[in-house]
Every structure is written in C-alpha cells, then in structure tokens.
C-alpha cells in the first residue's frame, strides 16, 4: 500500500457528508428529473406520429435539464453550482414562460407537456422543485456561509456588550 504524498494530505477534505435537507432536495431532484424525463421519452416512442410531438420534445428538454440540475447538486463543486444555478432558474423560469405564452391555446393543452399551462400535468412540481432548489442553492453556498461566519468572527466582544 503507498503512502499519501504530502500533496494529498494538504487537500484532505475531512468535512463531514451533508446528511438532512440537502439530501431530500437531492432526492427530489433525481426523482422528478427521472420522472419527467421517463415519462417523456416514452410518450414520444409510443407517438411518434402525432402533430403535437413539440410538447413532448419540451418534457424531454425539461427531464434532461432536471437531470443535469440533480447532477450538479449532487456533486456541490464550484462549476457545477454555477451549473446548477443555470439550469435550475432554466428549469424555474420555462414553465411561467410557457404557461404565459400559451395561456389562449387550446391545441397546446392538448398533450402532456412538463413546462406547459404552468406544469400542471405534472401537479406543479416543475415549478415547485425549482423553487425549493433556489432556495437551497442560496442558502448551502459555501462562500456565503464562510463570509457570514468571518462576520461573526470580526465583530468585537465590546460590541455584545461585555464591557
């Protein structure tokens, strides 16, 4: 067995897993990412003839960018935040877009879409996953964290009182 050079004990990240809600937003993630995109691509197999195959091509999109988004909160390094900042406000963003735009089409309402009438076929989650992963992207940001724990760091006993 070899020894760990120097090198890797200095980059020896001894943090503990995330266990709580990181990791049930994790879950949430791979499973309506899965969901939609299963779904979708079945959808498009079973009919590949249809005239409305558009909305179906947008569950695709919208399963694949859910995916891709549950990639990169999983893994929390610091490309695949910004990654998954990307394709969550994506993902957040293009179900309102579409809801809006289609709002007085009927033939668009028509077949099961991911990002249509505001994602309701999918009983709002494209909307309410998004939401709760911007929150958790927000609040689980390392460079906030440490900048409010140098905050706290800095300010001075005198100004808790103990003078």
Sequence with gaps: MTQPSPLEEQIHDSRPPALGMGRLVMVLYWLCGLWIFIESVA??????????????????????LQITAAVAITHNGRRMRMIGWVTTLICLTAPIIVGIVSWGMPDFSVMRSAWGRFGVDYWYLPIAVNGIGIVWLWFSNPRRIVELAERIERVPLSHYGSE
């Design 43 to 64: 959808l498009l197999f079973v009919r590949p003839n249809d005239a409305f195959v558009g909305p179906l091509l947008g569950s695709v999109l919208a399963g694949f």
